[in-house]
């Protein structure tokens, strides 16, 4: 997958755990806050195991990179 591409669902993760959690803290409703919780830690899981290079398999920290700092190759 396309690193921008994983940068564009990991956002829509992020704004829609963020949401939810939000409705969660005006509604007063724990359980939505920890339902807000927990898809912004299936983001973070998300982040991590798309962020890498997909010829070495490096961890690449910016999406906005185009090419890999460890291999050199094209994103
Ligand atoms: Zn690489």
């Known amino acids: 997958m396309k690193l921008k591409k994983v940068g564009f669902i990991g956002f829509a993760i992020f704004i829609i755990s963020s949401v939810v959690f939000v409705i969660g803290l005006a ?4 359980p939505l806050m920890i339902v807000g ?4 830690i299936l983001f973070i899981f998300y982040i991590i195991s ?3 290079c997909p010829y070495c ?3 690449i920290k ?3 990179w185009k090419h ?3 291999c050199g190759k094209e994103l």
């Open 50 to 52: 798309n962020s890498k």
């Open 37 to 40: 919780g927990l898809i912004y």
């Open 57 to 59: 398999g490096n961890y």
């Open 62 to 64: 910016n999406s906005s």
């Open 68 to 70: 890999c700092p460890h």
């Open 27 to 30: 509604a007063e409703s724990v």
